[in-house]
């Protein structure tokens, strides 16, 4: 599971001194609380485990932020475009985050047929393909260092 490469990346980010904050959508996953579950199984600390309003003001202090397969749940146009199909539908506003590395198997829109902004925003880089090799590729640098 991809989970347990982030896990491990957690761990030796956090190895490194570095503060590691995991934020979740309310909508993420087949049903509520199921992502909380299968981070906790993968054993990441449920301390650093947020809900979307808990860490939504922080973003603009964050250097780097990983997205790992969201979409509409991360789109800024449901705040920046009052005529979008979401507008005002809450997200996780990781745009304001320093970097933004976002992982998916491809540009494809999300659930509302929508385009994503944040994805073609300057401080964002795409990392399309499986999300678990790429996991799997980042633990290992990172391990090596």
Same mark, same amino acid.
């Given at each position: %599971?991809?989970?347990? /490469? *982030? !896990?491990?990346?957690?761990?030796?980010?956090?190895?490194?001194?570095?503060?590691?904050?995991? !934020?979740? %959508?309310?909508? @993420? $996953?087949? +049903? /509520?609380?199921? =992502? &909380?579950?299968? *981070? @906790?199984?993968?054993?990441? /600390?449920?301390?650093?485990?947020?809900? +979307?309003?808990?860490?939504?003001?922080?973003? @603009?202090?964050?250097?780097?932020? =990983?997205?790992?397969? #969201?979409?509409?749940?991360?789109?800024?146009?449901?705040?920046?475009?009052?005529?979008?199909?979401? #507008?005002? +539908?809450?997200?996780?506003?990781?745009?304001? #985050?320093?970097?933004?590395?976002?992982?998916?198997?491809?540009?494809?829109?999300?659930? @509302? $047929?929508?385009? &994503? /902004?944040?994805?073609?925003?300057? &401080?964002?880089? +795409?990392?399309? $393909?499986?999300?678990?090799?790429? =996991?799997? $590729?980042?633990?290992?640098? =990172?391990? !090596?260092?």
């Amino acid at each position: %599971h991809l989970l347990h /490469p *982030l !896990a491990d990346i957690v761990q030796t980010l956090r190895g490194m001194g570095k503060t590691v904050k995991l !934020a979740i %959508h309310p909508v @993420a $996953g087949r +049903m /509520p609380g199921q =992502l &909380n579950v299968l *981070l @906790a199984e993968a054993g990441v /600390p449920y301390d650093i485990v947020f809900e +979307m309003e808990e860490v939504n003001e922080e973003w @603009a202090d964050v250097d780097l932020c =990983l997205v790992i397969g #969201a979409n509409d749940t991360v789109n800024c146009a449901a705040e920046d475009d009052p005529t979008c199909e979401i #507008a005002g +539908m809450p997200v996780l506003r990781v745009w304001l #985050a320093s970097k933004v590395l976002v992982f998916k198997r491809s540009l494809g829109v999300g659930y @509302a $047929g929508l385009d &994503n /902004p944040v994805f073609y925003k300057a &401080n964002t880089e +795409m990392l399309l $393909g499986d999300a678990k090799d790429n =996991l799997d $590729g980042i633990r290992s640098a =990172l391990q !090596a260092a």
